[in-house]
């Protein structure tokens, strides 16, 4: 009997998750397998799942249930549950979702293959690893790379330490070689991912900076980024490193959540406000052209209205170059749960829309302010005849974008000048007067 099996994938959540399943999807590009891109087509559908919030549950459950379905109307025969759902609710899977063939946990992702096999009692072949580069679910030109895994900041509000476990860096040496192979499959932006890069090596003696001194020496590699700096973990080396790396663009997400120190103190950061405070004000000095993202929690228990005030406040005078809000969600297991002072869901809605309704204000007005600008952006698609781009200070999917007409024959992965004409709506609208390349 022959073994041909077409697999659909379904990644749900973070960055890190979709590192996760492109390494799944490589390490299944193997003879017995076909990776297709509808449900409807798939023998083997796996679902890779986020547990971070009660919504990011609720839509994994979902999913679940959705694509169970293809096995009476479509050609499903094995639906396969991974990442981390599993690694909190197995037990409560197992017994709610019997349409579930199998759950596979991070630490047995290497031999998912022979999982596979397995479920169709189909005798296993292992085959000599080859160094492929990974399958991407991005475009080409820019790829995730994550450096660790876990976490060791116990924040009050946060189960990823329960459910990852502890901080987990790779070796440096294992990070270059999967980058390089990247690169050298057109890959022009890497971008450095962990619950907190910051963090990285700490515990092999080794750092960020070794790191990115290393990677810098990749030739074609253009463009380095950042993600998820925890504040008090930003160094005046790593400072020093961003500002004089040619290749690491000036570009820092920085997940702050607060600025009153009050609530600081109960969500159990490490960071106060000065040290915030000061740290913006030293990448400013330091590195005039930075540009800061970052996240911000409301709703916290006990977040009295002075503290809301001050976050507010915060924003008026710092004006962050751009910002992601979400409510607090009380999730069972953390020491927020069983917190005193719990705020009403209508309290949540209510600041969460004044203050993304004031950042939209700062941003509009300080964005306005590069029109007649000339930026260097990366190509990452053509809608039309809208060319679809980035800055330096645009990560994927969650910055603010740049759209352009041109008479050139545009691929992604240029790099192309563009003068900056307007923003409106969250777009930069440019033109690429010179029509010119490189």
């Not at 409560?92 to 979702?97: A, F, G, Q, S």
């Not at 003696?205 to 973990?233: F, N, T």
């Not at 977040?303 to 979400?326: A, P, S």
Request: aromatic content about 8%; overall charge neutral.
């Amino acid at each position: 009997m022959s073994f041909k099996k077409k697999i659909g994938f379904i990644s749900l959540g973070c960055d890190k998750n979709r590192v996760d399943t492109e390494n799944i999807i490589t390490k299944l590009s193997r003879k017995e397998f076909e990776i297709v891109g509808n449900a409807e087509d798939a023998n083997i559908i796996i679902i890779n799942t986020c547990a971070f919030l009660g919504s990011a549950r609720e839509e994994a459950i979902q999913t679940i249930q959705e694509m169970s379905n293809y096995k009476n109307c479509g050609n499903l025969e094995k639906l396969i549950v991974v990442g981390c759902l599993p690694l909190l609710l197995k037990d409560k899977l197992l017994e709610e979702h019997k349409e579930i063939d199998c759950f596979v946990l991070p630490e047995d992702y290497e031999c998912i293959d022979e999982i596979i096999f397995n479920l169709y009692n189909q005798k296993y072949e292992a085959i000599k690893s080859e160094k492929n580069s990974r399958r991407l679910t991005t475009p080409l030109h820019y790829a995730y790379v994550k450096i660790a895994d876990g976490c060791n900041n116990r924040c009050a509000f946060c189960k990823i330490p329960f459910i990852r476990g502890d901080y987990k860096s790779r070796k440096i040496d294992d990070i270059l070689e999967e980058v390089e192979l990247l690169v050298a499959n057109g890959v022009k932006e890497i971008i450095l991912v962990a619950q907190d890069v910051t963090r990285f090596g700490l515990e092999n003696k080794e750092s960020l900076v070794m790191l990115l001194k290393e990677l810098a020496r990749i030739k074609k590699l253009v463009w380095i980024r950042l993600l998820y700096c925890y504040p008090d973990l930003i160094t005046d080396e790593l400072i020093e490193e961003i500002a004089n790396n040619p290749k690491v663009v000036h570009y820092l997400d920085i997940p702050l959540q607060h600025v009153s120190n009050h609530v600081l103190v109960n969500m159990k950061r490490r960071s106060r406000k000065r040290d915030i405070v000061e740290l913006i004000n030293k990448l400013r000095r330091k590195i005039p052209d930075i540009k800061i993202r970052t996240t911000f929690m409301v709703g916290f228990p006990n977040e009295t209205k002075r503290d809301f005030k001050e976050l507010c406040g915060f924003l008026k005078i710092f004006k962050l170059d751009n910002v992601g809000f979400f409510k607090f969600s009380r999730e069972e297991g953390t020491l927020a749960y069983d917190m005193e002072g719990q705020i009403e869901e209508s309290v949540k809605d209510k600041r969460l829309e004044i203050v993304q309704r004031l950042q939209e204000k700062i941003i509009s007005k300080k964005n306005r302010k590069l029109k007649g600008h000339i930026l260097k952006v990366i190509i990452d698609d053509k809608v039309d005849d809208v060319y679809i781009a980035r800055p330096y200070f645009s990560a994927p999917d969650v910055d603010f974008y740049v759209e352009f007409e041109s008479k050139l024959d545009l691929k992604p992965g240029n790099f192309v000048d563009v003068l900056i004409t307007n923003f409106k709506d969250g777009i930069f609208l440019a033109k690429n007067e010179k029509n010119s390349t490189y």
